[in-house]
């Protein structure tokens, strides 16, 4: 793994952990909406867990991939468990678009 790699790896992880973490501590552990670039952010517990998923499945995964030899049941098994918690990121992403639609604004017929 060159450094470019190492360095992408390492900010992907940080970056969705951190931010899964400033949505809980601002949610209040998801009883509360927060706020993030002034914009409400619903399901923040959903959320969370979107980004703690996507964190450790890109960043961790992608750090952790070049551990065990190639075709080895330690890379077979690292390459499942990231599939896994991806999918669990689409899909976590997948309900948090789904279940607070955007709401539509009425025009004024003029």
Do not use: Y
């Amino acid at each position: 793994m060159g450094s470019v790699d190492l360095v992408l790896a390492a900010v992907a992880a940080v970056a969705n952990l951190a931010l899964a973490a400033v949505l809980l501590a601002k949610s209040r552990g998801g009883t509360a909406v927060p706020r993030i670039f002034g914009r409400p952010q619903p399901s923040p517990r959903l959320r969370a867990v979107t980004h703690i998923c996507l964190g450790l499945g890109l960043g961790v995964g992608w750090l952790v991939e070049d551990v065990f030899p190639p075709h080895s049941l330690g890379d077979e098994v690292v390459f499942t468990v990231v599939m896994i918690l991806l999918a669990a990121g689409v899909v976590t992403a997948l309900l948090s678009a789904f279940r607070h639609p955007r709401p539509v604004r009425d025009k004024v017929a003029s």
